[in-house]
Nanobody, 121 residues
Framework: QVQLVESGGGLVQPGGSLTLSCAAS????????MGWYRQAPGEEREMVAV???????QYADSVKGRFTISSDNTKTMLYLAMNSLKPEDTAVYYC???????????????WGQGTQVTVSS
């Protein structure tokens, strides 16, 4: 089993920056991909960014050029650096882990509890 805990959410102004963190523990060797998903009120959960075991990355078109996903050398920490934030970025952000490279929410087996990001003036 893998446990994931997000942190770093909060209230920021449009155009501001925020970095989210996710701590992973458990059977880390079983993880082949990790990602950030987000869900706004009344909307479906959507992929934000994914990073593979070989450091391959993929981003949603809406955040490309503004967000950066990364992990540390031990693969126990996942980060999402968010710049030039917009009100439409407001959502609960979740970190997730999958046993294979995938962009599909349904294939991610492990999830954190989420951290709220609110972009508002």
């Amino acid at each position: 089993q893998v446990q994931l805990v997000e942190s770093g959410g909060g209230l920021v102004q449009p155009g501001g920056s925020l970095t989210l963190s996710c701590a992973a523990s458990g059977t880390i060797s079983s993880i082949k991909a990790m990602g950030w998903y987000r869900q706004a009120p009344g909307e479906e959960r959507e992929m934000v960014a994914v990073i593979g075991s070989g450091d391959t990355t993929q981003y949603a078109d809406s955040v490309k050029g503004r967000f950066t996903i990364s992990s540390d050398n031990t693969k126990t920490m996942l980060y999402l650096a968010m710049n030039s934030l917009k009100p439409e970025d407001t959502a609960v952000y979740y970190c997730a882990a999958a046993p294979r490279w995938t962009l599909l929410r349904s294939e991610y087996k492990y999830w954190g509890q989420g951290t709220q990001v609110t972009v508002s003036s």
